[in-house]
Nanobody, 124 residues
Framework: QVQLVESGGGSVQAGGSLRLSCVAS?????MAWFRQAPGKEREGVAT????????YYATSVEGRFTISQDNDKNTVYLQMNSLKPEDAAMYYC????????????????????WGQGTQVTVSS
C-alpha cells in the first residue's frame, strides 16, 4: 500500500508559477502527475522514473513544467511556470507497483495508487 499526499495548488494569474509536491509513503517508480479539468478526461502531464531520473512531459507542458524528485524525502515536485488558463485543473500524483513502460507513462490505467488531488486555478 502506497499513500500519496499532494500539496501546493492554488490560484495564480496567467504567466505565474506554482510548485506542487507529492509525498509518498514508500519508494516507487515511476511517479507521475496527471490533471483533470472539468468536463475533460484525465491526462498525463509529467513522469519521472525515480531510479534513472528520466523524465517525460506532455507536449502541452514541455518547456514550462519540470518534474523532479527528492529521494531522501520520498517527494516528487512539479514546478509549473508560465501558467496558462488551460492549465487549470485538479492535479493528481500517481505511482505504480505494476511496472510502467515508456509507451504507457501517460496511461492512467497503469497506475494503481493515486493522491487526493490539489486544485490549480489560473486566471487570465
Amino acid at each position: 500500500q502506497v499513500q500519496l499526499v499532494e500539496s501546493g495548488g492554488g490560484s495564480v494569474q496567467a504567466g505565474g508559477s506554482l510548485r506542487l509536491s507529492c509525498v509518498a509513503s514508500a519508494k516507487t517508480s515511476p511517479m507521475a502527475w496527471f490533471r483533470q479539468a472539468p468536463g475533460k478526461e484525465r491526462e498525463g502531464v509529467a513522469t519521472i522514473y525515480t531510479g534513472s531520473r528520466r523524465t517525460y512531459y506532455a507536449t502541452s507542458v514541455e518547456g514550462r513544467f519540470t518534474i523532479s524528485q527528492d529521494n531522501d524525502k520520498n517527494t516528487v515536485y512539479l514546478q509549473m511556470n508560465s501558467l496558462k488558463p488551460e492549465d487549470a485543473a485538479m492535479y493528481y500524483c500517481a505511482t505504480s507497483t505494476w511496472g510502467v513502460s515508456m509507451a504507457q507513462i501517460f496511461d492512467e490505467r497503469r497506475y494503481n495508487y493515486w493522491g487526493q488531488g490539489t486544485q490549480v486555478t489560473v486566471s487570465s
